[in-house]
C-alpha cells in the first residue's frame, strides 16, 4: 500500500517541485534575494495561483452540483417521509434507488461538490512531502526532488520568515517566533475556513433548504471543520500552512464573485443581486413572466365570470393604474 502511495505521489511532487522552483527563478530575476522566505513563500502562492486556475472548470461545477443539491432538498425530505420509519430491507433499497433516480434526472449527487477538495488533496501531499523532505535532500540522505537540488533543498530550507523557516512545524519549534508565525498562520487559515462555508449557507441557500436536514448537517461541519484543521495544523511545515491559507482565500473570493453574478434562486444573494439590478434601472429576470402570469390569470378569473375580456392598449392599460384614471376596459356584455 506505501509503494501504490508513492508511486501516486512521486508525479505529483515533481511538479510541485517544478511549479515552486519555476516561479522562484522569476521573484529572483526581479530582484528578490533567492535564499530569502519570502520568496519561497511567494513561490508557494504561486503554485496555489497555477493549481486553482487550473481547477476553475471543476469550480464552476461544484457550484452547479451544490445548488442543485440545495434546490432538490424538499424532494428528497418527501422520500425520506414516504419511508419514515420504516426499517425493513426493501423499503430502504426502495428509498435508495428513488433517490439515486432523483439525483440522476438532476443531473447532481452528494459527491459532486467535493470534487475540487479531492483534486486538491494530492497537491497539498506533494508539498508536504517537497516541504519534509529538504532538511534530508540537503543533508544528501534522499535524492533531489525534480530541480530542488541539495543546494537549491538547502537554500529553501534555511529560508526563514518573521523569524521561522519554512519547514519548521509548532510541535517541532526550536523557536517563539515559529510558535507564533504558527498559530497566526492556523487562525487566519481556520478562519477563512469558516467564513468560506458561511458565506455559502448565509447568502446562497434558499430558505426551503436551510431547513432541511442536509442544511442542518452543513452547519454542524461549518464549526468542526475549523477545530479539525486548527488542531491538526500543528503538525504541519509552516509553507503547507502558508499554501493552505492562500488556498482558503482564493475559494473565498471566487465564491464571492459567484454568489454575487449567479445566485440560487430564492437565495439572500438573488434577492440582493435584483436590487441592484433595479437601482441600475436594468431589468430583474423572472420579473416580465410574473406580470405576464398575473394578466393570463386576470383573463382567467374574466372567462370564469362570463366576461369578454377587452383589449388593452398600451396607453389605456397606464392610465388605469393612475388615481382617477380611466378603467382600461370599456364597457362589457355578457357573453
Not at 288 to 297: I, L, N, P, R
Not at 298 to 325: F, M
Amino acid at each position: 500500500m506505501g509503494d501504490l502511495f508513492n508511486s501516486i505521489l512521486t508525479p505529483i511532487e515533481w511538479l510541485v517541485a517544478w511549479i515552486m522552483y519555476g516561479f522562484h527563478q522569476v521573484f529572483t530575476t526581479l530582484g528578490l534575494p533567492e535564499a530569502a522566505g519570502i520568496t519561497w513563500a511567494l513561490s508557494i502562492v504561486g503554485l496555489v495561483i497555477v493549481m486553482r486556475a487550473a481547477m476553475i472548470p471543476l469550480f464552476v461545477k461544484q457550484i452547479k452540483a451544490s445548488r442543485k443539491m440545495q434546490l432538490i432538498q424538499p424532494e428528497l425530505q418527501k422520500i425520506q417521509k414516504k419511508y419514515k420509519g420504516k426499517t425493513d430491507p426493501e423499503s430502504r433499497q426502495a428509498m435508495t434507488q428513488e433517490t439515486m433516480e432523483l439525483y440522476k434526472k438532476e443531473g447532481t449527487n452528494p459527491f459532486s461538490s467535493c470534487l475540487p477538495i479531492l483534486v486538491q488533496s494530492p497537491f497539498f501531499f506533494g508539498l508536504f512531502r517537497v516541504l519534509n523532505g529538504l532538511d534530508d535532500i540537503a543533508a544528501g540522505d534522499k535524492a533531489q526532488i525534480g530541480p530542488i537540488t541539495k543546494t537549491v533543498a538547502s537554500q529553501a530550507e534555511s529560508a526563514s520568515i518573521f523569524g521561522a523557516q519554512l519547514s519548521d512545524t509548532f510541535l517541532g519549534a526550536n523557536g517563539l517566533s515559529t510558535q507564533i508565525v504558527t498559530v497566526v498562520l492556523i487562525v487566519l487559515m481556520s478562519a477563512t475556513t469558516f467564513l468560506t462555508q458561511r458565506q455559502l449557507m448565509t447568502k446562497n441557500m434558499p430558505q426551503s433548504a436551510l431547513d432541511s436536514p442536509f442544511a442542518k448537517q452543513q452547519k454542524m461541519l461549518l464549526y468542526i471543520f475549523p477545530i479539525i484543521f486548527a488542531v491538526s495544523g500543528i503538525n504541519f511545515p509552516i509553507g503547507v500552512l502558508i499554501y493552505w491559507f492562500t488556498t482558503n482565500v482564493w475559494s473565498m473570493t471566487q465564491q464571492f464573485y459567484v454568489i454575487r453574478r449567479m445566485p440560487a434562486p430564492g437565495s439572500a444573494a438573488e434577492r440582493a443581486y435584483h436590487e441592484r439590478l433595479q437601482r441600475k434601472g436594468k431589468a430583474v429576470p423572472g420579473a416580465a413572466a410574473v406580470t405576464d402570469g398575473a394578466d393570463e390569470d386576470e383573463a382567467t378569473d374574466a372567462t370564469k365570470s362570463g366576461q369578454r375580456v377587452q383589449p388593452k392598449s398600451k396607453k389605456r392599460a397606464k392610465n388605469a393604474g393612475k388615481p382617477g384614471g380611466k378603467p382600461a376596459g370599456g364597457p362589457t356584455t355578457s357573453g
